[in-house]
């Protein structure tokens, strides 16, 4: 077997899933140099929760982080994380505006998109990855692991000859969750090996404490890349260290071939940026513990703080317990969404309500009407059929590609950008997050005053979904 390739997820998912997604360009820069010559396979750099955070805690451009990472490092591939039809946002958009941010990303530096859909349901990732390879982008299509009745080896070796099929350049199992433990993860790395001919890529987070032992097992079934972050804000919620996985391979067959010193010199870095995110509090501990309640309840850890924190918020703390043995009964009457941004969301909150009304489904979410209703894409297994009736009434379920219902909206967004907008990358800025990148555009500008602090205070960290639940 050939070398084992990383990515690096320093610059996103690790301080998405640590630090809700505080870490700022001047963090980053001065260790770009480094970063560039180590050999990765790709760096992490963008999407998710960058684009939001970058906009409403850091008063930063997320295009303009961009363009400065490319120029800081440009031997290195850039990745980011895209949501397929819901971009970087939490609805679908029209394609007209999915084309126009996979021209732009790439344009901007990105080298490899990696696509997702929170149900599996290419139909949701289609236009995503056509335009992406159409600009030029390596078309990295991903699946999002779970573990239900429906969901087995069998469903997702099925799934990933769908998206070969489709033009996907590389496949991802994106275990957000660290549900994927090691002897499933060699047998089904093993599997798609036999059945797919493009590069595997694995993706899990070490929540439970198993992402070593899982990657080291894929590494042994013959996956092509893992990803990691460096030791400062690995493991826990994060993506397993990289360091440590370097040092188990070297001299085997699967050596990464990356080098220990280099870094341990980009670790030296990070460790000062982690110290100061734990003092500016927004890098709790807790992230950092082994939670094997993850593979109780399959909750990933950025959707645990999002429910403690609504909890806190009713000042029904008692009930943590309560609503954890809700969400998989709620995941069940909901066809068994995989639990990644917005299903995990959406299923949480909807748990959160029905044990704090002391009666299920008494209050419905809007955003659970939409999953019912199909806004969001074809559920992975029937539904409760009196769950969904209490929801949506005799509402027409939707069954075609929820896209196909949308018309194209970029124009309108330009005329609604117009005289504000200084290019295109604002006009799609102003899409995805309308209030967010209004009030960013007038900082900028000079139209009003910079905010005080661009530090979140914890409360806040509810609004920008902490860890994708990538």
């Avoid at 379920?397 to 949308?406: E, K």
Wanted: glycine share 6%; proline share 5%; net charge negative.
């Amino acid at each position: 077997m050939s070398k084992l390739y990383i990515t690096d997820t320093i610059l996103r998912d690790a301080h998405q899933s640590q630090a809700a997604t505080r870490m700022k360009l001047e963090d980053m820069l001065p260790a770009c140099e480094i970063l560039d010559s180590i050999g990765y396979w790709s760096l992490e750099c963008w999407g998710g929760a960058t684009f939001d955070s970058c906009m409403r805690f850091l008063n930063e451009d997320p295009w303009e982080r961009l363009r400065a990472l490319k120029k800081a490092m440009p031997n290195t591939k850039l990745q980011m994380l895209l949501r397929g039809q819901n971009i970087l946002g939490y609805k679908h958009y029209a394609d007209d505006v999915v084309e126009a941010f996979c021209k732009k990303s790439i344009e901007n530096g990105i080298d490899v998109v990696r696509i997702f859909d929170a149900l599996n349901d290419p139909r949701n990732m289609s236009a995503a990855m056509k335009f992406v390879k159409e600009y030029g982008g390596i078309c990295e299509a991903a699946i999002s692991y779970t573990i239900s009745p429906v969901h087995n080896e069998d469903y997702f070796v099925k799934l990933a000859c769908e998206l070969e099929k489709m033009g996907a350049d590389v496949i991802c199992i994106k275990d957000m969750a660290n549900l994927l433990l090691p002897f499933e993860a060699y047998k089904l790395v093993k599997k798609l090996k036999e059945n797919v001919s493009v590069p595997i890529h694995l993706h899990t987070h070490n929540t439970t404490g198993t992402g070593d032992m899982t990657y080291l097992m894929a590494s042994q079934a013959g996956v092509d890349i893992v990803d990691c972050a460096l030791s400062p804000l690995a493991n826990g919620t994060s993506n397993p260290a990289t360091e440590a996985l370097v040092a188990t391979l070297k001299g085997q067959d699967r050596d990464t071939g990356l080098d220990l010193e280099k870094l341990s010199k980009a670790a030296a870095h990070f460790r000062g940026v982690a110290n100061k995110l734990k003092e500016q509090g927004i890098l709790d501990p807790k992230v950092l513990s082994v939670d094997t309640n993850t593979l109780l309840y399959q909750v990933p850890g950025g959707m645990l703080s999002n429910l403690i924190s609504q909890l806190k918020q009713a000042h029904a703390e008692d009930k943590y317990y309560d609503v954890l043995a809700e969400v998989p009964r709620v995941r069940e009457d909901f066809g068994y969404p995989p639990l990644v941004t917005p299903t995990s969301q959406i299923v949480g909150s909807q748990a959160v309500l029905n044990v704090l009304a002391g009666e299920r489904y008494k209050m419905i979410t809007k955003e659970s009407k939409g999953l019912l209703r199909g806004e969001y894409g074809k559920l992975p297994a029937p539904v409760n059929e009196e769950v969904q009736k209490k929801a949506i009434g005799n509402d027409e379920v939707i069954t075609c590609r929820p896209a196909d219902l949308l018309k194209p909206e970029l124009e309108q967004y330009r005329e609604e950008m117009k005289g504000i907008a200084k290019s295109e990358e604002d006009v799609l800025s102003y899409a995805l997050f309308p209030q967010v990148a209004e009030k960013f555009f007038a900082v900028r500008d000079g139209r009003a005053p910079a905010p005080e602090t661009q530090t979140a205070k914890k409360d806040e960290v509810k609004t920008i979904y902490v860890q994708d639940l990538s």
